[in-house]
């Protein structure tokens, strides 16, 4: 079969232990250790953990998590707004992941377990889907970064049913590479840039950034080869002192983007600064929906009240919950006191734990950086 | 959020199309892809939409890139020299 | 990283899909002060069944209840994987001919009758294909709305000259599987209609006695552990293995078999075939001088043809299984309750 080949081209072994023996030697050949490198995708995150690609990167190498896990950046009062539409009684649909995010007090989860009404769907579209079998209201609470924003928007543009209204979480990651980057004590060298967001934006979006900044991007693609190629790009870069914008994903990714999406994400979305879960405020960060859009947009439509969860207090763990640090890239989860004692994905104290693209989540169930290399097979 | 998967265009219906996924067959809307389509392309899908027609001469290139990117690089021990035989022979058959 | 409080004050899903919820579960709540049996295997041991000494042979007996919705899937349908759960975890211990299978049967007010016939010849050939029967049963019917359908409940006895357990592994041993993996578990999630998938991936649900029978005639008593991956998958299975055996496992990723199908439903939903359920599939653990030869016995019969070797037991790391993917290494994670898709 065609497709499977094309798929398994790009997890070949043979060309994956060459890349891993290239990065080695070019890690190697920096002469200074540890060289860090982050990346802002969650998937980047699960592809490196899934393929344990960690135990074969070089000692040399740091390759960090930034915050790039869309449902652990959602903020507090983001999360209160949905959790207090379900607790007035408005049917609630949202991902999966976003369910046991906790906002102050509760999560949609525990306003689920009160008796409010809240949906898991996969995407968007099974949310257009259950409106319209239903009569009464249902509010999207739509999380993600660009290349989920995308599907919303043209969700939006075709004329949904009338009880359909979106409660925007969606954010935009250029910005907040600008943040970390110029974060006090930031040791960043190079970033990898997530592919499929670039497929919709476009690698010319980070231009500015390499010429601020003067740290070289890659936009990387999400197979074993794609992820490997790509670093080996970056610490070539890095070696070179060459800040520029480097397109290792070619067939997804072009400079200008895929124009049709960013008509429908920029048509119905505008940016706005805000705060990332515990990353304080990024400029231009969050979409929110334009006024033309307004008859969709849950904040407008519904008179939200956020005073009935004043009231309790927060759980005494979220103090030492240090997953903006982490999702910052200056912490790893190992470094929590809470991770995997107190802090499990069955009893989540941070966003980190609950999404299945936070780092502390995926740590956990791929077992954090664990020295694997010296174990032998007898045969 | 989801993870992009590329898929073979079977056949499309106005701003539909039904995809091929290694055998697994699902809808996907086409509105916000960059390109038109026609049975045959690729497709990358997410959360049901096509995000980018993928042109089939790229992956050949992609895996082309990445060989010249090892070529590049200054591979000098011998364990390493094994590997780049072991490349050679195995791009003859692809 | 295990956390200590770990049964909640309301017992919810995730408590019933066969990871390590479930087993504290078991250890907290329904294990203390029951099933020892002196000189044999009982509820402490947590394995398939129990195996009880009777004169000079082994009475092994074990217990099932079945709610999998939808009630008709590709493959099968409620009826075959009751019996073929029973008489897998019977073989499981080494008992490959089972004496007689016990049927309960628990309806909701309104069940239809054709229904119930179709699974009940089901559960006839099925006990066909096993050499079994049905021997005693009960019916209960509950109002409309008090239950979702039909649950059966199986119990089946059999009588082993020797029992194998789930914790006998030592380092060195390897570890088999006796086809490929999913496609069960995989079937079942196609099935829901949100997801928009066509597939033609079908369940493996199947009695296993006749093929763990040439298996154990290959290999006599260098078969040391036997466990089936039911809930939880592969992934459960050898975690279960490594932890009572305390051995660690070394799993090559890319020998586990797959069929394409079920790869392609794992990739699209985002999950790992080493977390889903199999119902027609042993994982056995064999020293190593044998291996080839139970391979080889396992590939000849029609149920295990794409039998393989996945491992390696290690003295390093006990409890945990470490997975080779090709490309790098990690620790293999447990499913965290119910199975949901990542990608739609």
């Known amino acids: 079969m065609t497709a499977n080949a094309d798929r398994l081209e790009f997890r070949d072994p043979v060309r994956g232990a060459a890349l891993e023996a290239a990065l080695a030697t070019h890690a190697r050949a920096l002469g200074r250790s540890p060289v860090s490198i982050m990346h802002v995708c969650g998937s980047h995150e699960q592809a490196i953990a899934r393929f344990g690609l960690r135990a074969a990167f070089p000692p040399e190498l740091d390759v960090m998590m930034g915050p790039g896990c869309p449902v652990c950046v959602t903020d507090v009062p983001e999360v209160d707004e949905a959790v207090a539409l379900a607790l007035q009684g408005v049917r609630i649909a949202t991902y999966g992941d976003m369910l046991r995010v906790p906002g102050t007090s509760k999560s949609l989860a525990d306003a689920r377990a009160t008796g409010a009404r809240v949906d898991v769907v996969y995407g968007v579209i099974q949310a257009v889907e259950l409106a319209r079998a239903c009569s009464e209201p249902l509010v999207f609470f739509a999380s993600g970064f660009e290349t989920t924003a995308v599907a919303t928007a043209a969700v939006l543009r075709a004329d949904p049913p009338p009880n359909f209204s979106v409660l925007s979480a969606h954010k935009y990651i250029p910005p907040v590479m600008e943040i970390v980057a110029e974060m006090p004590g930031s040791k960043i060298e190079g970033f990898l840039a997530a592919g499929h967001a670039a497929a919709i934006t476009g690698w010319g979006v980070f231009e500015r950034f390499v010429e601020r900044h003067r740290i070289p991007v890659v936009v990387a693609g999400f197979e074993p080869l794609d992820i490997l190629a790509a670093l080996v790009r970056l610490v070539e870069l890095i070696a070179a002192g060459t800040p520029t914008v480097e397109n290792m994903f070619p067939r997804c990714v072009s400079r200008e983007g895929n124009r049709e999406a960013q008509r429908a994400l920029w048509e119905v979305f505008a940016p706005q600064g805000g705060r990332w879960r515990g990353i304080a405020h990024v400029p231009n960060g969050n979409l929110r929906l334009r006024d033309e859009y307004a008859a969709w947009d849950a904040r407008r439509r519904f008179d939200i009240d956020l005073d009935g969860l004043a009231g309790d207090a927060p759980p005494g763990l979220a103090a030492q919950c240090q997953c903006g640090d982490i999702m910052a890239g200056i912490a790893s989860p190992h470094d929590c006191e809470l991770f995997g004692r107190e802090c499990t994905p069955d009893a989540p104290v941070g966003a980190c734990m609950v999404s299945s693209e936070g780092a502390c989540k995926i740590w956990h169930r791929y077992g954090g950086h664990p020295d694997l290399r010296q174990i032998q097979r007898r045969a | ?94 | 990283m295990r956390n200590p409080r770990f049964v909640d004050d309301t017992i919810t899903l995730k408590y019933g899909a066969g990871g390590s919820a479930m087993r504290a579960l078991i250890e907290q709540v329904f294990a203390p002060g029951f099933g020892a049996v002196p000189g044999g295997i009982g509820l402490a041991q947590m394995d398939d069944g129990a195996a009880i000494p009777v004169g000079d042979q082994w009475l092994v007996i074990t217990t099932d209840s079945h709610v999998v919705k939808p009630v008709f899937f590709p493959g099968g349908d409620i009826g075959r994987l009751a019996v073929c759960g029973t008489v897998n975890d019977l073989a499981m211990m080494g008992a490959t001919e089972p004496l007689a299978l016990t049927c309960a049967a628990i309806l909701e007010d309104g069940f239809r009758r054709v229904d119930l016939e179709r699974i009940w010849a089901s559960i006839r050939t099925a006990c066909e294909e096993a050499g079994t029967t049905i021997v005693t049963g009960d019916t209960k019917v509950m109002g409309r709305g008090e239950l979702d359908g039909i649950a059966l409940s199986t119990t089946g006895i059999a009588l082993a000259s020797r029992v194998v357990s789930d914790c006998g592994l030592r380092p060195g041993d390897m570890i088999l599987v006796t086809g490929t993996m999913a496609d069960h578990g995989l079937a079942i999630l196609a099935t829901r209609a949100e997801l928009a998938l066509e597939t033609a991936l079908a369940s493996d649900v199947a009695p296993i006695n006749g093929l763990v029978r040439v298996a154990l005639a290959a290999g006599g008593t260098d078969i040391v552990a036997m466990k089936d991956p039911t809930r939880g998958g592969l992934a459960s299975a050898l975690h279960e293995m490594a932890e009572k055996s305390g051995v660690g496992i070394l799993l090559d990723e890319r020998a586990v078999p797959v069929s394409d199908e079920a790869r392609a439903v794992s990739e699209l939903l985002g999950i790992d075939p080493l977390l889903v359920a199999n119902e027609g599939k042993a994982v056995i653990g064999v020293r190593r001088d044998t291996a080839a030869a139970v391979l080889e016995a396992l590939r000849a019969h029609p149920l295990g043809r794409r039998a393989a070797i996945v491992g390696e037991c290690l003295a390093e790391r006990p409890g945990n299984v470490i997975v080779e993917t090709g490309f790098g290494r990690r620790l293999l994670g447990e499913a965290e309750g119910e199975l949901q898709p990542r990608i739609c």
């Open chain 2, 1 to 94: 959020m989801c993870l992009g998967v590329p898929g073979r265009v079977v056949t499309v219906n106005g701003s539909t199309a039904e995809v091929d996924f290694w055998g697994v067959i699902k809808h996907i809307r086409l509105e916000i892809c960059d390109e038109p389509v026609v049975p045959g392309d690729y497709v990358l899908n997410h959360v049901g939409f096509a995000i980018r027609r993928i042109p089939p001469e790229d992956i050949g290139a992609t895996l082309a890139m990445y060989d010249e990117l090892l070529g590049r690089s200054r591979l000098d021990d011998l364990m390493a020299e094994d590997i780049r035989c072991e490349l050679g022979a195995a791009g003859d058959d692809t």
